[in-house]
């Protein structure tokens, strides 16, 4: 019995180890593919220390959003190959409760500013599939930011 716990346990780590090297993969794969989309699109971006790369059009002069804040924004949003899962969609939300890469983004504007996030796959969807974007999909975003609730 204590040899079969003992190869489980091994099991379990070569296992784990595994995973770990395929989502260091992704996100090389993710960065690589976003830095070329960003070049050939001549997109002035930047990038956060989570990999997701923003750029701020308008910065916005009204209230600031924070974690905890509701927000209202119009987007448009595409999987980078071009095809295109929202077209100026209006969205009131905790910021909270939506993907990683707005919870960081939409910090680096204010009530009245527009962004492009440019989203690694773990800041997005992941390894799942949502509707109409496949999993691991590299995700654009042109966010207006038109109401912010702290």
């Known amino acids: 019995m204590r040899n079969c716990n ?10 784990s180890s595994c995973q770990k090297t395929t989502a260091n993969e992704q996100a090389g794969t993710d960065d690589a593919t976003l830095k070329a989309y960003i070049a050939s699109s001549h997109i002035n971006a930047v990038k956060d220390p989570s990999g997701l790369y923003y750029s701020v059009i308008n910065p916005g002069t009204g209230a600031a959003p924070g974690p905890s804040s509701t927000i209202t924004a119009t987007y448009t949003g595409f999987v980078i190959n071009g095809n295109y899962f929202a077209t100026n969609v209006t969205i009131t939300s905790q910021l909270s409760s939506l993907i990683r890469a707005w919870q960081i983004g939409l910090l680096h504007i204010k009530t009245g500013g527009t962004i492009i996030l440019l989203v690694p796959s773990a800041l997005g969807y992941g390894s799942a599939s949502q509707n109409e974007i496949p999993a691991n999909s590299l995700l654009v975003y042109n966010i207006v930011l038109k109401g912010v609730t702290n």
Do not use: E
């Open 6 to 15: 003992i190869l489980l346990s091994l099991l379990l780590i070569v296992f």
